[in-house]
């Protein structure tokens, strides 16, 4: 028995003398991954709402701009008749057949075999016409509106009686061939009376040297010019961001498409004159030549033009702005016969053509997009408590025969300005080589994280912009906007992150 209290007292003492310590929870560390980004970046994605860029049918990536332009209208035609265009106190009799007469009805500026009156008088006078008598006066070349000859009646008032033409029209329109321009108004003068034969019935006086407007003629005239109008001659370019920076383009058509309503030929005179918007800015002009270092002849109705063999230097500065300057059409009205109305006018419609065959510089091209990243609560919360080290892994295919720089820049909230620090919590590089080096995936990219880069992916989105730096080339380069002609870029975040079983 005494055995047995030893032994329990000896237990009792023995552990008192021990220290008895809290359980500890196991800990251990496990990888956990995020994913971030599985785009592709198609060059097609280059595509401007707009349409200033765009993907051609033989897929090649185009810069086109359209633009148009117009002359003014053509305006009346100014016919100054001679002062010989008047006689005046001419007696009339009355007899059977009185012989046709006319007056001088010439301009030296301009030939007409047809001409339509805008603006447009003649002035008659009848005195000491006999009572009974009436007198009429037939013109051979002047028609009313409808065809027939312009007819006046006498009206004895003692002093000038003025006759409006407008709308009335001298010659017949498409007088056939050859060329034969009047050059004198013809009329013939009826007298009608109850008097005897030969009886003077009064006296006519007739003018028309007053200043005219023909809305409308067929002819030949003194050459004039048309200018364009400077505020419509202007389109701007809209390239995406940095790509004028990166890039100089190697060719590019001007195609001008006209619409010459003027019944002559013209001859196009200008010049295409372009800057950009640098700061200070370039400047470059061209004279608009065909490929003989000739003026355009442009005809009547449609014509098609293209301008290339010059656009070099123009092209050479990456303009955002391009204009035609000092445009004008010389009308070529003198030597050949041809027609013009009152409203007509020269339309030009024209269009830059630039395929995305350049020479790379290693000037950013950023993103237009803006890529949303969501973060669960979960792997928000085990990121901001428990992370010990993570780094950024990027899977990278590149379709292109190009090389890069790829900047990613990261941010806890949108709209990140690459350019502004303020917009952004960090940016990390990455090199993409060229289609022609590796033409599947190219080798894995990691890119390390420290504590702060860490956090930014405790919040619940993080924001995420790349910019492109392409590496200089040694020539040209086109590029083109297939399906199959893109940069893939797959991207996660993977942690290290200790766990505690509860």
């Not at 002559?264 to 490929?291: C, L, R």
């Not at 024209?350 to 990243?373: G, H, Q, R």
């Not at 995420?464 to 870029?489: C, E, N, Q």
Request: aromatic residues 10%; glycine residues 6%; contains cysteine.
């Amino acid at each position: 028995m005494k055995y047995y209290v030893f032994l329990i007292v000896a237990m009792l003492l023995l552990l008192g003398a021990c220290e008895v310590k809290s359980p500890v929870m196991p800990k251990w560390d496990i990888d956990l991954a995020v994913p971030l980004i599985n785009e592709n970046y198609y060059v097609s994605d280059l595509v401007n709402d707009d349409g200033s860029i765009i993907c051609g049918e033989d897929s090649i990536m185009y810069i086109n701009i359209e633009g148009n332009v117009n002359t003014h209208e053509f305006g009346n035609i100014h016919f100054a008749p001679p002062a010989s265009a008047a006689f005046f106190d001419n007696p009339v009799y009355h007899v059977p057949n009185i012989p046709d007469t006319s007056m001088d009805f010439e301009d030296p500026e301009i030939q007409f075999t047809y001409a339509k009156v805008g603006v447009g008088i003649i002035q008659t006078k009848f005195t000491a016409l006999v009572a009974g008598s009436s007198v009429t006066i037939v013109f051979a070349n002047l028609f009313n509106a409808d065809n027939t000859n312009y007819v006046i009646i006498a009206e004895d008032t003692g002093d000038w009686v003025t006759w409006d033409l407008s709308g009335a029209h001298f010659g017949v329109i498409d007088a056939p061939l050859p060329f034969d321009p009047i050059a004198e108004i013809s009329f013939s003068v009826t007298s009608n009376s109850s008097a005897a034969m030969g009886t003077h019935t009064g006296d006519l006086s007739l003018k028309a040297d007053a200043l005219m407007e023909f809305d409308e003629v067929q002819g030949k005239m003194t050459d004039l010019s048309m200018p364009l109008m400077d505020d419509l001659a202007s389109i701007d370019i809209d390239y995406p961001e940095g790509m004028n920076e990166a890039v100089t383009l190697e060719t590019a058509t001007i195609k001008m498409l006209l619409e010459n309503q003027i019944g002559f030929k013209s001859e196009f005179v200008g010049e295409f004159y372009a800057y950009n918007d640098k700061t200070p800015p370039d400047f470059a002009s061209v004279e608009i030549k065909d490929n003989n270092g000739q003026n355009f002849i442009i005809f009547p109705g449609q014509n098609s033009l293209d301008v290339s063999g010059s656009l070099s230097e123009l092209l050479s500065i990456m303009p955002t702005h391009i204009e035609i300057r000092n445009g004008v059409f010389n009308v070529l009205s003198r030597t050949e016969a041809g027609s013009v109305r009152a409203g007509d006018s020269i339309s030009l419609n024209y269009t830059l053509n630039a395929p995305f065959t350049f020479t790379l510089y290693d000037n950013p091209i950023v993103v237009k997009n803006e890529v949303d990243i969501p973060v669960s609560s979960e792997n928000a919360e085990r990121i901001n408590k428990n992370a010990l080290g993570a780094k950024l892994e990027l899977y990278i295919t590149n379709k292109l025969p190009v090389g890069a720089t790829a900047t990613a820049f990261f941010s806890s909230s949108p709209n990140i300005d690459v350019n502004d620090p303020a917009t952004y919590n960090f940016s990390k590089p990455a090199v993409i080589y060229s289609s022609e080096t590796y033409a599947g995936e190219q080798p894995l990219v990691e890119l390390s994280l420290n504590e702060n880069e860490i956090k930014l992916f405790g919040n619940p989105h993080v924001y995420l912009r790349w910019m492109f730096v392409f590496h200089p080339s040694d020539g040209a380069v086109t590029i083109y906007g297939r399906t199959s002609d893109y940069i893939k870029i797959k991207g996660r975040l993977t942690a290290k992150i200790s766990v505690e079983d509860l």
